[in-house]
């Protein structure tokens, strides 16, 4: 009986420990890899048409999805914006909304969850598919460097891709506000332009968004190469760790657009 009593709090105990164990590793290992990814940037650079083949596989690819998406969002903010803004006599405004909106908070942080989803499992997938082929090792043994060769180029491509996706998103859906407030609704096209122009901040809403977008960009895709590098070399393994991306860069999105909101509205 006492034994029973001691040995449940005991296993419980060590249960926890071992994970936190394992998360501090995984922590470390996923610092250790940015920082060689960083110190072998070198190889990208020199063979940049590496680093554009990941930027076309990556951002090109991702563009039907972000395209789709920032219209029906750009869409539904028109529709959500001229229905609380006219109880309050200020239906012109619904340019500005709109604008803003995607500006300074969607169009990054919706571009980097749908990132995530898309071109972040297919790179944990590939690289998780080179490990599990042997590929990875072949590499080495032909003294070819792994991370200057494969983690490096998709890195840089991922940091390229992301404040672009960011900026097309915006761009489509201001157009999408746009469709539904001036034709669909009636709100008068020279009030929906000029009040967004004299509203937008270049400094204080375009270029905080596109550092957000950065910052999602550099988390997401070092997220994605991390969960490929690390899984087990099985179809289990692989699997297991696409979803991992998924769910740990979509937290770490959310998580990271607070952080950047607090230190952007204080400053």
């Given at each position: ?142 003294a070819v460097n792994p991370i200057a060769r ?118």
């Open positions: 009986m006492k034994s029973i009593l001691f040995n449940g709090p005991s296993k419980l105990l060590r249960g926890i420990g071992r994970r936190m164990i394992e998360r501090i590793w995984r922590l470390g290992a996923g610092a250790r890899l940015f920082f060689l990814t960083i110190i072998y940037s070198g190889e990208s650079f020199r063979r940049f048409h590496l680093t554009l083949r990941e930027v076309y596989f990556t951002g090109v690819m991702s563009l039907l999805i972000i395209i789709v998406s920032a219209f029906f969002v750009g869409m539904v903010l028109g529709l959500q914006g001229y229905n609380t803004l006219q109880k309050y006599g200020s239906s012109e405004a619904i340019g500005v909304l709109v604008a803003l909106s995607l500006v300074r908070e969607l169009g990054p942080v919706v571009t980097a969850l749908l990132f995530a989803g898309r071109a972040g499992t297919a790179i944990t997938a590939e690289i998780g598919l080179m490990k599990t082929t042997e590929q990875l090792s072949a590499m080495e043994m032909m494969v983690v490096a180029p998709r890195f840089w491509a991922g940091v390229i891709s992301m404040p672009i996706l960011a900026a097309l998103f915006s761009m489509v859906g201001v157009l999408g506000g746009y469709l539904v407030a001036v034709p669909l609704i009636g709100v008068d096209q020279g009030a929906f332009w000029s009040q967004m122009q004299a509203s937008v901040d270049v400094r204080e809403d375009i270029i905080n968004g596109v550092i957000k977008s950065v910052v999602f960009g550099v988390a997401c895709t070092m997220i994605a190469l991390f969960e490929g590098f690390d899984a087990p070399p099985t179809a289990e393994g692989v699997s297991h760790a696409t979803t991992r991306t998924v769910v740990i860069s979509s937290l770490t999105v959310l998580a990271l657009d607070f952080v950047l909101t607090s230190f952007m509205i204080t400053v």
